[in-house]
C-alpha cells in the first residue's frame, strides 16, 4: 500500500482563488455570498442569493481549448492549471501513461443547454447548431476537455454524482495512486452558476429565501434559525503523488490522504441517512486504521437544510460524540455543489498547515433537533495532526476523506 501526498492545489472559489487567498478570507471572517438580481427576472424563484467566482480571467485559455467548454469546464481549466503549476510537473510526466485525471461536476454546462435545446426544438432542426454544443453539455465535460488541454493521457475517471463529484474524484485518485495503478493523479470538480442549479433546491423548499437584502445572513449551517442551502459555484483541483515519487523530484507536499470511503444509501433519493453517513465514516476510518478518537476536526457537508443537518449531526455524534470541533465552512460561501469537495480538502489542509479550524458562519443556536456535536461558532486556532471531510449527495452517495499533516 503506497503513500498518497497532495502536491498541488488550485482552486477558484467565491472566497477567493488561490489557498493562501482562501485561509486569509476564512481568517477574516469574509462572506461571499451576494445578491443576484438578475434572478428577479426569474418567475417564481425564491432564492435570491448565490456565491459566485470573481476576478478569474477565462479568456486566458487558448481558445483551440475554450471553443468546447462552458464555464463549468473553463472554471475547472484554470484551477487544474494551477495546480499543476503549482505541483511543478513537467509536460513529459503529464502526457506519461502514470499520470491520470479524477474530475467531476454534477452536470455539463447548464448555460449552453438553455441555448442550444429550446433553439432545437423551435426549428425542429440540427442545422446551423453549434457543433461545440453537446461537448460544453455533456456530463463528463469536465474530464475530457481537462485531459485534451493538458495532454492526459493516463487514467481519465470522470466523477460525476452531484455534492460528491470532486471528493469521489480526490477518492478515486488516491486509491489509483495508493494501488500502484497510477503515480500521480489530478483530481477535483467544479460547478458553474446558474439559476437552474438553485431553482432545483428552490421547488423542493429548500433553499434560503429570507436575506436578499443581507446575503451574508442566508447560509445558516447546524443553527436553529436557517432557511434553507445557498447555491455557489467554484472548482479546484489537487495533485496527488505517491509519497516517494514526489520525494525524489524534490515536490512541496501539503499533506497526506489517509483514508476514504464511499457509499450509497440504497434507500431514499432525497432524504439522507444518518445511518448511510455514519457507515462512510466508519469505512474511511477503517481505511486509515484510526479510531474516531484519532481525528482532531471535521469539515461537515452541513449545507443548512433542516434534514440534512439534522441526520449528518446525529451520524457524526455517534461516532465521535461531543468534542471533536465540527465546523461547515458553507456559512461562507454557500454550497459549491460538484466543486465542495475539493474546496473544502483544501481547507482541511489549511486546518493541518496553518493550525487554523474556521468557525461556522452564522451559527449562534445548535437546532433542537440537531445532536450535541462541538459546532464551531468563533475561529479556533489549534494545532491539528488528523482531519476529515466528508460530503453527501442526492442518491444517497456518501464520500468520506481523512487528511493527515505530512511530516518528514
Given at each position: 500500500m503506497r503513500r498518497?501526498?497532495?502536491?498541488?492545489?488550485?482552486?477558484?472559489?467565491?472566497?477567493?482563488?488561490?489557498?493562501?487567498?482562501?485561509?486569509?478570507?476564512?481568517k477574516a471572517e469574509k462572506c461571499g455570498i451576494e445578491y443576484v438580481p438578475e434572478w428577479e427576472a426569474i418567475k417564481d424563484l425564491g432564492t435570491k442569493v448565490a456565491g459566485r467566482v470573481k476576478n478569474v480571467d477565462l479568456q486566458a485559455i487558448p481558445r483551440k481549448f475554450r471553443r468546447s467548454m462552458g464555464?463549468?469546464?473553463?472554471?475547472?481549466?484554470?484551477?487544474?492549471?494551477?495546480?499543476?503549476?503549482?505541483?511543478?510537473?513537467?509536460?513529459?510526466?503529464?502526457?506519461?501513461?502514470?499520470?491520470?485525471?479524477?474530475?467531476?461536476?454534477?452536470?455539463?454546462?447548464?448555460?449552453?443547454?438553455?441555448?442550444?435545446?429550446?433553439?432545437?426544438?423551435?426549428?425542429?432542426s440540427f442545422r446551423g447548431q453549434n457543433s461545440m454544443a453537446f461537448l460544453k453539455m455533456m456530463s463528463h465535460t469536465v474530464a475530457a476537455n481537462l485531459a485534451q488541454m493538458f495532454e492526459i493521457k493516463g487514467r481519465n475517471i470522470p466523477t460525476c454524482s452531484a455534492c460528491t463529484s470532486s471528493s469521489q474524484g480526490i477518492g478515486a485518485g488516491y486509491e489509483s495512486v495508493k494501488y500502484g495503478m497510477?503515480?500521480?493523479?489530478?483530481?477535483?470538480?467544479?460547478?458553474?452558476?446558474?439559476?437552474?442549479?438553485?431553482?432545483?433546491f428552490d421547488v423542493m423548499s429548500a433553499?434560503?429565501?429570507?436575506?436578499?437584502?443581507?446575503?451574508?445572513?442566508?447560509?445558516k449551517p447546524f443553527d436553529e434559525s436557517r432557511d434553507g442551502l445557498v447555491v455557489s459555484e467554484g472548482s479546484g483541483a489537487m495533485v496527488?503523488?505517491?509519497?516517494e515519487h514526489a520525494l525524489a523530484r524534490g515536490a512541496k507536499i501539503y499533506g497526506e490522504i489517509i483514508g476514504y470511503g464511499t457509499s450509497c444509501d440504497g434507500a431514499h433519493i432525497t432524504t439522507p441517512s444518518k445511518e448511510g453517513m455514519r457507515q462512510v465514516m466508519e469505512t474511511s476510518l477503517e481505511d486509515a486504521n484510526l479510531r474516531p478518537s484519532d481525528?482532531?476536526?471535521?469539515?461537515?457537508?452541513?449545507?443548512?437544510?433542516?434534514?440534512?443537518?439534522?441526520?449528518?449531526?446525529?451520524?457524526?455524534?455517534?461516532?465521535?460524540?461531543?468534542?471533536?470541533?465540527v465546523s461547515s465552512t458553507k456559512g461562507h460561501m454557500g454550497h459549491l455543489l460538484g466543486g465542495c469537495g475539493v474546496v473544502e480538502s483544501a481547507i482541511c489542509l489549511i486546518a493541518?498547515?496553518?493550525?487554523?479550524?474556521?468557525?461556522?458562519?452564522?451559527?449562534?443556536?445548535?437546532?433542537?433537533?440537531?445532536?450535541?456535536?462541538?459546532?464551531?461558532?468563533?475561529?479556533?486556532?489549534?494545532?491539528?495532526?488528523?482531519?476529515?471531510?466528508?460530503?453527501?449527495?442526492?442518491?444517497?452517495?456518501?464520500?468520506?476523506?481523512?487528511?493527515?499533516?505530512y511530516k518528514a
Open positions: 498518497v501526498v497532495i502536491t498541488g492545489v488550485g482552486l477558484n472559489s467565491p472566497l477567493g482563488n488561490s489557498y493562501e487567498e482562501l485561509y486569509e478570507s476564512l464555464r463549468v469546464a473553463q472554471l475547472a481549466a484554470v484551477s487544474t492549471g494551477e495546480a499543476i503549476a503549482d505541483a511543478n510537473l513537467s509536460q513529459e510526466l503529464l502526457s506519461s501513461k502514470r499520470c491520470g485525471l479524477a474530475f467531476g461536476s454534477t452536470m455539463g454546462g447548464n448555460e449552453t443547454m438553455f441555448e442550444y435545446m429550446p433553439e432545437v426544438q423551435a426549428k425542429m497510477s503515480d500521480v493523479m489530478i483530481c477535483g470538480g467544479a460547478e458553474e452558476h446558474h439559476y437552474l442549479s438553485a431553482g432545483v433553499a434560503s429565501t429570507k436575506h436578499a437584502n443581507e446575503p451574508h445572513l442566508s447560509s496527488l503523488e505517491e509519497l481525528v482532531e476536526y471535521i469539515n461537515a457537508h452541513a449545507t443548512a437544510t433542516a434534514r440534512g443537518d439534522i441526520a449528518e449531526s446525529h451520524a457524526t455524534h455517534s461516532l465521535f460524540g461531543s468534542a471533536t470541533p493541518l498547515n496553518k493550525s487554523f479550524l474556521p468557525k461556522t458562519m452564522n451559527f449562534k443556536t445548535l437546532d433542537k433537533e440537531c445532536a450535541p456535536i462541538n459546532v464551531l461558532g468563533e475561529n479556533m486556532e489549534k494545532e491539528v495532526n488528523i482531519v476529515m471531510s466528508n460530503n453527501f449527495a442526492f442518491g444517497g452517495i456518501n464520500t468520506s476523506l481523512i487528511f493527515k499533516k
